[in-house]
């Protein structure tokens, strides 16, 4: 079988028709976004028609002053003035009421379909697998739920109503002024044709511009994410100096982007402010001709002029809001592609049911390659419920691909992987997981307290139980010791801890799920050799039936164990109990002899 | 200071100053004579464009009722060429201002930058990492805005603020009081709304910080969360940081949203007092008063609000960006603690006599980690240093770079104390493998290049020979110039470590620091790498700190380190020959299991 269909049997896709219909609905970022606003139609509905309100309020608004100013100032009419006046001041209090409520309005749709989205795009990250995040960067999967996540943002915010408000505005002057006369209307059409050109064309240069833009923000990201998690590295190479150079690149990168994109917009912004100019005097020639023929009247002429700025202004606005709306769908765009990434390694559809494990792992003809290269070769043994599988090799030979095979971070490319005779590619990735308590090679713990780091499988669990699992991983006498005891926060990585130390609250962390499966992936490397025999024999006492994996280099670690694998290149090369091995005297007895040679010649046993 | 967390908001101690703004103004300086051509150039646009309304006005009352056609071709032709002046003046405003906004912005992000490398490690270890990039890279961003267009804007509706002040007052000075009784007014209320938009301000990029440090967090550590099947918790978390923000954004941008409501009314108000007193004033006959003042006035004043309009939203975004200049300024001055002496001189070669004389040093007050530490290395020596995790052993290399400075006695390098020279002379001649080998993203070449950036393909190789990476190396698909991804997650933990420790030999180090540099590397290749070091480290000074012993019972001397203290001191032989000391009885455990 070809490795292509083994990927293909692997991943089972049998979705139902309503999942298909909303996959398709998703695939496409415009209706991936609406199906987040369309939740809150209710509130932008009636905020569009406030908008359209207030766009009317701003109209009549000046008529009222220019009535008090013909009608009361010029004619006298002095009675009329107070009538006026409280209708001008209501309605500017009712707009300033209506314009409030649906900036208000707005703003709150925009947060809440930001929350939810930023709420399904990290619900997506969470599942997505470690192929995923091994080639996608930190700084750019951060990058989409901040900055990009801001030009959601603003549209929903500020855009969407203003593109109301302007269309609106140009559609009301330009019917009063076909009112009064359409001749002179139909002229001022002329313009709209080379607005539109010059919207098409700016949206059209200005997005590869905001691309460029995001991918430097991105980048920027990253480069200031590994700087920053780096900082020690640097520091003991004394090359602040190399990276505060690279740095400048990056810097200068962003802003040239940034500066690329302001002339795209600086080329533009010009043609809508000498087409919108151009409205006037069209205005002026053809109005000011007709009222000359006598086609027109000049009160017309001048009725006409009021409408002017009304025309002009949504048209100097298109520029910047072909600007906003581009830098949003850009951001959208980006979103999205990070959103529609398919986890390769999902549940299948049907998994089968299985609650609590025994603990039987059995690997048959395992294969398992990565970038062209083969990791894992024929891998076949199979491990009993309650026993100990000690597995050694040299760095690089595959000893984690193969544990990780059991947690199904990544799936076998031939051959299958069972844990208590079910495929683990048809089971819930979930329930496989829980089962499983593994203390990986990376210890990784979060800026949180001790306590909030042991108790990360079970954060509800009692602290007696996070002490418990702390005295078996012998962490609890350290813990103790330090400032706040099991309060302390830790940095991010478990900075300001000792790698013995971190290995010890990693170990405990996987104890308090309370596992089937156990796997210790080198989990002991850093910690001196009396402390690894105090948890070993702490270890025995409590591990009943369950299964466990142990990675390492150090023959001690591993002495006991039911199997022990010798992994090398990606194979199992030799594979047997302690005493079996070293009768072989193949590698494993090598390997002994290195580590211990000596205590047998000069203790002489 | 206690560490901080995601879900901590980082508290702000400084009070609102606009020292603030005034230190931004240093940034402003060098851009100054472009600054002031901008604004130059925005009052000459502002001058033409109050020709159009003239024009418009001269072709409506004279040309059309004399039916002066060519007059009005010639005008409008006119206005055609000011159009194309102001937008080219608009163009070269557009472009100056982002020129000198991106600028500002570049600048800030660089001084803080340069800040942040000078900073110990501390700074880091105390806070999420999350939280110092969203200073780093959205805060500055932030500013954009208010840098780009805000200042120049600002300025120059200001000044059309005066002038039409000037006009109000040359038309009637009694209606422009009148209509000045409005400002104390919206004084009061930006007073009102400004003291509560801070606040709600700060909090909401707190809030943002707090989230933005628990999403990195949460990417970084996915491969925990996954095993741990934590992803419900998590989004739990998620969303209450989430929320969280949410609600501090929609508190904060209600004060800005009630901004301009407020100068809307305050303008309506006054322009009805006007209409009425003028109104009142006409029908008693004034002298002061005629149909024309009122009316010319009333169209200033509509003028004469908008400016200030612009100013208080203005005036609005300005208390957003302060909540983030704040911060930015605050990592900026966030004290560095281990600098070089005044006058220092640079190291001189080192030959590699490393001295700690009563060395004494706590990372936070009161709890002393090393206590009154004293030993001597000769030229070359191997040490090693052994004893149970948390005794001191990283903090006494961690001194021996100056990572941090020391309580009370001193460490000499070839008799020159280290506090006596420039820090960067002195950590280049070292060469560190620190516990968590960190691989940047990039080729493998680049990485092993770190350690040195003159060395040429063949020392890379050569390096890598050396540490017995080569061969896995070679394997890969594109061998030295394979991309490993951030973190080298592509590689397994012992080839990282043996990537690290080539670049920490490509740096040519004097004194060479190898910090459990080998935990994850298996036996064999330990041999092998060792036997390759050996040829390396004879004319070096090393420190070594290691579990396994196989690993330092060939050191020249041992030191067993345990609270602090220097417990024993010797070679391998000596040490084992104290029937009951430590080391004896840590050498013996790991033989334990042999006889269970």
Same mark, same amino acid.
């Given at each position: 079988?070809?490795?292509?269909?083994?990927?293909?049997?692997?991943?089972?896709?049998?979705?139902?028709?309503?999942?298909?219909?909303?996959?398709?609905?998703?695939?496409?970022?415009?209706?991936?976004?609406?199906?987040?606003?369309?939740?809150?139609?209710?509130?932008?509905?009636?905020?569009?028609?406030?908008?359209?309100?207030?766009?009317?309020?701003?109209?009549?608004?000046?008529?009222?002053?220019?009535?008090?100013?013909?009608?009361?100032?010029?004619?006298?009419?002095?009675?009329?003035?107070?009538?006026?006046?409280?209708?001008?001041?209501?309605?500017?209090?009712?707009?300033?009421?209506?314009?409030?409520?649906?900036?208000?309005?707005?703003?709150?749709?925009?947060?809440?379909?930001?929350?939810?989205?930023?709420?399904?795009?990290?619900?997506?990250?969470?599942?997505?697998?470690?192929?995923?995040?091994?080639?996608?960067?930190?700084?750019?999967?951060?990058?989409?739920?901040?900055?990009?996540?801001?030009?959601?943002?603003?549209?929903?915010?500020?855009?969407?109503?203003?593109?109301?408000?302007?269309?609106?505005?140009?559609?009301?002057?330009?019917?009063?002024?076909?009112?009064?006369?359409?001749?002179?209307?139909?002229?001022?059409?002329?313009?709209?044709?080379?607005?539109?050109?010059?919207?098409?064309?700016?949206?059209?240069?200005?997005?590869?511009?905001?691309?460029?833009?995001?991918?430097?923000?991105?980048?920027?990201?990253?480069?200031?994410?590994?700087?920053?998690?780096?900082?020690?590295?640097?520091?003991?190479?004394?090359?602040?100096?190399?990276?505060?150079?690279?740095?400048?690149?990056?810097?200068?990168?962003?802003?040239?982007?940034?500066?690329?994109?302001?002339?795209?917009?600086?080329?533009?912004?010009?043609?809508?402010?000498?087409?919108?100019?151009? +409205?006037?005097?069209?205005?002026?020639?053809?109005?000011?001709?007709?009222?000359?023929?006598?086609? +027109?009247?000049?009160?017309?002429?001048?009725?006409?002029?009021?409408?002017?700025?009304?025309?002009?202004?949504?048209?100097?606005?298109?520029?910047?809001?072909?600007?906003?709306?581009?830098?949003?769908?850009?951001?959208?765009?980006?979103?999205?592609?990070?959103?529609?990434?398919?986890?390769?390694?999902?549940?299948?559809?049907?998994?089968?049911? +299985?609650?609590?494990?025994?603990?039987?792992?059995?690997?048959?003809?395992?294969?398992?390659?990565?970038?062209?290269?083969?990791?894992?070769?024929?891998?076949?043994?199979?491990?009993?419920?309650?026993?100990?599988?000690?597995?050694?090799?040299?760095?690089?030979?595959?000893?984690?691909?193969?544990?990780?095979?059991?947690?199904?971070?990544?799936?076998?490319?031939?051959?299958?992987?069972?844990?208590?005779?079910?495929?683990?590619?048809?089971?819930?990735?979930?329930?496989?997981?829980?089962?499983?308590?593994?203390?990986?090679?990376?210890?990784?713990?979060?800026?949180?307290?001790?306590?909030?780091?042991?108790?990360?499988?079970?954060?509800?669990?009692?602290?007696?139980?996070?002490?418990?699992?702390?005295?078996?991983?012998?962490?609890?006498?350290?813990? %103790?010791?330090?400032?706040?005891?099991?309060?302390?926060?830790?940095?991010?990585?478990?900075?300001?801890?000792?790698?013995?130390?971190?290995?010890?609250?990693?170990?405990?962390?996987?104890?308090?799920?309370?596992?089937?499966?156990?796997?210790?992936?080198?989990?002991?490397?850093?910690?001196? +050799?009396?402390?690894?025999?105090?948890?070993?024999?702490?270890?025995?006492?409590?591990?009943?039936?369950?299964?466990?994996?142990?990675?390492?280099?150090?023959?001690?670690?591993?002495?006991?164990?039911?199997?022990?694998?010798?992994?090398?290149?990606?194979?199992?090369?030799?594979?047997?109990?302690?005493?079996?091995?070293?009768?072989?005297?193949?590698?494993?007895?090598?390997?002994?002899?290195?580590?211990?040679?000596?205590?047998?010649?000069?203790?002489? %046993? | 200071?206690?560490?901080?967390?995601?879900?901590?908001?980082?508290?702000?101690?400084?009070?609102?100053?606009?020292?603030?703004?005034?230190?931004?103004?240093?940034?402003?300086?060098?851009?100054?004579?472009?600054?002031?051509?901008?604004?130059?150039?925005?009052?000459?646009?502002?001058?033409?464009?109050?020709?159009?309304?003239?024009?418009?006005?001269?072709?409506?009352?004279?040309?059309?009722?004399?039916?002066?056609?060519?007059?009005?071709?010639?005008?409008?032709?006119?206005?055609?060429?000011?159009?194309?002046?102001?937008?080219?003046?608009?163009?070269?405003?557009?472009?100056?201002?982002?020129?000198?906004?991106?600028?500002?912005?570049?600048?800030?992000?660089?001084?803080?930058?340069?800040?942040? =490398?000078?900073?110990?490690?501390?700074?880091?270890?105390?806070?999420?990492?999350?939280?110092?990039?969203?200073?780093?890279? /959205?805060?500055?961003?932030?500013?954009?805005?208010?840098?780009? /267009?805000?200042?120049?804007?600002?300025?120059?509706?200001?000044?059309?603020?005066?002038?039409?002040?000037?006009?109000?007052?040359?038309?009637?000075?009694?209606?422009?009081?009148?209509?000045?009784?409005?400002?104390?007014?919206?004084?009061?209320?930006?007073?009102?709304?400004?003291?509560?938009?801070?606040?709600?301000?700060?909090?909401?990029?707190?809030?943002?910080?707090?989230?933005?440090?628990?999403?990195?967090?949460?990417?970084?550590?996915?491969?925990?969360?996954?095993?741990?099947?934590?992803?419900?918790?998590?989004?739990?978390?998620?969303?209450?940081?989430?929320?969280?923000?949410?609600?501090?954004?929609?508190?904060?941008?209600?004060?800005? /949203?009630?901004?301009?409501?407020?100068?809307?009314?305050?303008?309506?108000?006054?322009?009805?007092?006007?209409?009425?007193?003028?109104?009142?004033?006409?029908?008693?006959?004034?002298?002061?008063?005629?149909?024309?003042?009122?009316?010319?006035?009333?169209?200033?004043?509509?003028?004469?609000?908008?400016?200030?309009?612009?100013?208080?939203?203005?005036?609005?975004?300005?208390?957003?960006?302060?909540?983030?200049?704040?911060?930015?300024?605050?990592?900026?001055?966030?004290?560095?603690?281990?600098?070089?002496?005044?006058?220092?001189?640079?190291?001189?070669?080192?030959?590699?006599?490393?001295?700690?004389?009563?060395?004494?040093?706590?990372?936070?007050?009161?709890?002393?980690?090393?206590?009154?530490?004293?030993?001597?290395?000769?030229?070359?020596?191997?040490?090693?240093?052994?004893?149970?995790?948390?005794?001191?052993?990283?903090?006494?290399?961690?001194?021996?770079?100056?990572?941090?400075?020391?309580?009370?006695?001193?460490?000499?390098?070839?008799?020159?104390?280290?506090?006596?020279?420039?820090?960067?002379?002195?950590?280049?001649?070292?060469?560190?493998?620190?516990?968590?080998?960190?691989?940047?993203?990039?080729?493998?070449?680049?990485?092993?290049?770190?350690?040195?950036?003159?060395?040429?393909?063949?020392?890379?190789?050569?390096?890598?020979?050396?540490?017995?990476?080569?061969?896995?190396?070679?394997?890969?698909?594109?061998?030295?110039?394979?991309?490993?991804?951030?973190?080298?997650?592509?590689?397994?933990?012992? =080839?990282? =470590?043996?990537?690290?420790?080539?670049?920490?030999?490509?740096?040519?180090?004097?004194?060479?620091?190898?910090?459990?540099?080998?935990?994850?590397?298996?036996?064999?290749?330990?041999?092998?790498?060792?036997?390759?070091?050996?040829?390396?480290?004879?004319?070096?000074?090393?420190?070594?700190?290691?579990?396994?012993?196989?690993?330092?019972?060939?050191?020249?001397?041992?030191?067993?380190?345990?609270?602090?203290?220097?417990?024993?001191?010797?070679?391998?032989?000596?040490?084992?020959?104290?029937?009951?000391?430590?080391?004896?009885?840590?050498?013996?455990?790991?033989?334990?299991?042999?006889?269970?």
């Amino acid at each position: 079988m070809s490795q292509q269909n083994a990927t293909a049997i692997a991943r089972p896709k049998a979705l139902s028709k309503e999942e298909l219909l909303k996959n398709h609905m998703q695939a496409k970022p415009w209706p991936w976004f609406y199906s987040f606003l369309k939740k809150y139609l209710p509130f932008i509905i009636p905020g569009l028609f406030m908008v359209a309100i207030a766009s009317a309020l701003a109209v009549i608004n000046p008529m009222i002053s220019g009535k008090i100013i013909d009608e009361v100032i010029y004619k006298e009419q002095y009675d009329l003035l107070t009538k006026l006046l409280l209708l001008l001041v209501g309605l500017t209090l009712l707009r300033g009421l209506i314009r409030f409520s649906f900036t208000m309005l707005f703003e709150y749709c925009s947060q809440n379909t930001l929350y939810a989205m930023r709420e399904a795009v990290f619900r997506r990250l969470m599942l997505e697998d470690f192929n995923f995040f091994n080639n996608n960067r930190t700084g750019d999967l951060l990058s989409r739920q901040t900055g990009d996540m801001d030009a959601v943002r603003h549209f929903i915010a500020f855009v969407i109503y203003q593109l109301l408000e302007n269309g609106l505005l140009f559609i009301f002057s330009l019917t009063m002024i076909i009112f009064y006369n359409w001749k002179l209307a139909l002229a001022l059409l002329v313009v709209l044709p080379f607005t539109a050109y010059t919207t098409f064309r700016q949206s059209k240069e200005v997005k590869p511009a905001f691309r460029r833009n995001r991918d430097c923000f991105s980048s920027l990201n990253t480069f200031a994410q590994e700087n920053i998690s780096g900082n020690r590295v640097i520091k003991a190479f004394a090359k602040e100096d190399f990276e505060m150079e690279k740095f400048n690149k990056e810097n200068a990168k962003f802003r040239d982007a940034q500066l690329a994109s302001s002339r795209v917009w600086c080329k533009f912004i010009p043609r809508f402010e000498i087409l919108s100019n151009i +409205m006037t005097v069209v205005v002026l020639i053809v109005g000011g001709f007709s009222v000359i023929d006598g086609s +027109m009247s000049p009160g017309d002429l001048v009725a006409v002029t009021g409408y002017l700025w009304m025309l002009n202004n949504p048209l100097r606005m298109v520029g910047w809001l072909v600007n906003d709306l581009l830098r949003f769908i850009t951001s959208l765009e980006k979103i999205h592609a990070t959103y529609i990434a398919e986890p390769d390694i999902k549940t299948p559809e049907e998994p089968v049911e +299985m609650k609590q494990f025994k603990g039987k792992v059995e690997f048959k003809h395992v294969y398992y390659n990565s970038h062209d290269e083969d990791i894992l070769t024929d891998i076949t043994f199979t491990a009993l419920p309650g026993q100990t599988i000690g597995i050694i090799g040299a760095t690089g030979s595959g000893k984690s691909s193969l544990v990780n095979l059991i947690c199904r971070f990544y799936d076998a490319n031939h051959g299958g992987v069972f844990v208590d005779d079910v495929d683990v590619k048809n089971m819930n990735i979930n329930v496989l997981r829980s089962n499983i308590g593994m203390a990986m090679q990376d210890v990784f713990l979060f800026s949180d307290t001790i306590e909030g780091n042991i108790s990360y499988g079970d954060p509800n669990c009692s602290f007696e139980d996070v002490e418990r699992v702390a005295k078996i991983a012998n962490a609890d006498s350290f813990i %103790r010791e330090m400032p706040d005891g099991y309060d302390t926060i830790i940095g991010e990585r478990g900075v300001g801890l000792s790698g013995g130390q971190k290995q010890r609250i990693s170990l405990a962390r996987a104890l308090l799920k309370n596992p089937s499966i156990l796997i210790l992936d080198d989990t002991t490397s850093a910690i001196d +050799m009396e402390t690894e025999a105090q948890i070993q024999n702490e270890l025995e006492a409590v591990s009943g039936d369950r299964t466990i994996f142990i990675i390492a280099h150090r023959i001690s670690s591993i002495i006991n164990a039911d199997q022990i694998l010798v992994i090398d290149g990606g194979r199992i090369i030799e594979q047997g109990t302690h005493d079996e091995l070293l009768k072989m005297g193949g590698r494993y007895a090598t390997v002994f002899t290195h580590q211990y040679g000596e205590f047998e010649n000069s203790v002489g %046993r | 200071m206690a560490r901080n967390k995601y879900d901590i908001d980082e508290t702000l101690q400084s009070k609102f100053d606009l020292k603030q703004l005034k230190r931004l103004g240093v940034y402003l300086k060098p851009r100054r004579s472009k600054f002031l051509f901008v604004i130059v150039l925005m009052l000459i646009s502002s001058a033409l464009g109050l020709l159009s309304p003239m024009f418009i006005r001269t072709i409506l009352d004279t040309y059309i009722p004399e039916g002066n056609k060519g007059g009005i071709v010639f005008l409008t032709c006119l206005m055609i060429g000011i159009t194309f002046i102001c937008a080219f003046i608009l163009v070269l405003k557009v472009k100056l201002t982002n020129e000198i906004g991106q600028g500002i912005i570049y600048d800030l992000r660089k001084d803080l930058f340069t800040h942040l =490398q000078e900073l110990p490690f501390s700074y880091y270890d105390n806070r999420p990492h999350g939280k110092i990039q969203v200073r780093l890279v /959205n805060y500055v961003n932030s500013l954009s805005d208010l840098l780009s /267009n805000g200042i120049v804007n600002t300025i120059t509706d200001l000044f059309s603020l005066i002038i039409i002040f000037i006009y109000m007052l040359l038309i009637s000075v009694r209606l422009t009081l009148i209509c000045m009784c409005g400002l104390p007014v919206l004084l009061m209320a930006v007073w009102f709304i400004k003291t509560r938009q801070r606040k709600a301000w700060q909090i909401s990029s707190n809030k943002q910080s707090n989230l933005t440090a628990y999403i990195a967090e949460s990417i970084n550590g996915i491969r925990v969360t996954q095993s741990f099947v934590r992803e419900d918790k998590n989004m739990e978390i998620f969303n209450s940081l989430s929320s969280s923000y949410r609600r501090a954004w929609l508190h904060a941008v209600l004060y800005n /949203n009630m901004m301009w409501p407020c100068v809307d009314i305050i303008s309506i108000g006054t322009t009805s007092a006007i209409y009425v007193i003028g109104v009142s004033m006409l029908t008693g006959n004034s002298d002061l008063m005629s149909a024309g003042i009122l009316v010319a006035f009333i169209q200033y004043i509509g003028r004469f609000w908008q400016p200030v309009n612009t100013l208080a939203s203005f005036y609005t975004s300005l208390l957003n960006a302060i909540a983030y200049l704040e911060r930015i300024f605050e990592t900026i001055d966030e004290p560095v603690l281990v600098h070089d002496a005044e006058g220092a001189g640079e190291m001189p070669p080192i030959e590699g006599l490393v001295e700690f004389k009563d060395v004494s040093f706590s990372y936070e007050e009161g709890i002393r980690v090393l206590n009154h530490v004293s030993f001597k290395t000769k030229v070359g020596d191997t040490f090693a240093i052994v004893g149970p995790t948390g005794a001191g052993k990283t903090t006494i290399i961690n001194l021996l770079s100056r990572f941090y400075n020391i309580d009370s006695g001193a460490i000499t390098i070839d008799g020159v104390n280290i506090q006596d020279v420039t820090i960067k002379s002195l950590r280049k001649q070292m060469g560190v493998m620190l516990q968590d080998s960190f691989i940047f993203s990039g080729t493998i070449m680049d990485n092993i290049r770190y350690g040195n950036m003159e060395a040429s393909d063949e020392d890379v190789i050569r390096a890598a020979k050396t540490v017995c990476a080569h061969d896995f190396i070679m394997q890969m698909e594109n061998g030295y110039q394979t991309e490993v991804n951030e973190r080298g997650s592509r590689l397994s933990a012992g =080839q990282r =470590q043996l990537i690290s420790f080539a670049r920490a030999l490509l740096a040519d180090p004097k004194i060479l620091i190898l910090d459990e540099a080998t935990s994850s590397i298996d036996t064999e290749t330990e041999i092998a790498l060792q036997k390759g070091l050996a040829e390396l480290l004879k004319d070096r000074t090393s420190f070594v700190i290691a579990h396994r012993l196989s690993t330092i019972r060939n050191a020249d001397k041992i030191l067993y380190v345990d609270h602090g203290e220097i417990c024993e001191e010797g070679t391998h032989d000596e040490l084992l020959r104290m029937e009951n000391g430590l080391y004896h009885k840590l050498y013996m455990s790991q033989y334990d299991f042999l006889n269970r």
